[in-house]
């Protein structure tokens, strides 16, 4: 079975996400390939609501970014 994930908690994930590309001061493109993405593209689904993040995209912030949590990037629980 599928979960669909509802329209706010996928706002509040480009919220989480939108927080973090600022505090970069990169473009979302440029977060993109730092992070070691090829492109934007998967970040501005997130944005449309058309995606969440996925683990993958979270553990790649977290390698870039470590202190934000993956638990925070997925979840938005608080960060320890």
């Known amino acids: 079975m599928k979960h669909e994930t509802s329209p706010e908690k996928r706002l ?3 919220e989480r996400l939108a927080e973090i590309i600022r505090r970069s001061g990169l473009s979302i ?3 993109a ?3 070691g ?3 934007g593209e998967n970040l501005y689904r997130i944005r449309r ?3 969440g993040i996925s683990r993958d ?3 790649r912030i977290h390698a ?3 202190q934000y949590s993956i638990r925070w990037l997925l979840s938005g629980d608080e960060q320890e």
């Open 12 to 14: 509040a994930e480009w």
């Open 29 to 31: 493109n440029a977060f």
């Open 33 to 35: 390939l730092r992070i």
């Open 37 to 39: 993405l090829p492109r």
């Open 49 to 51: 609501g058309a995606n």
């Open 57 to 59: 995209l979270a553990e």
């Open 64 to 66: 870039r970014y470590p």
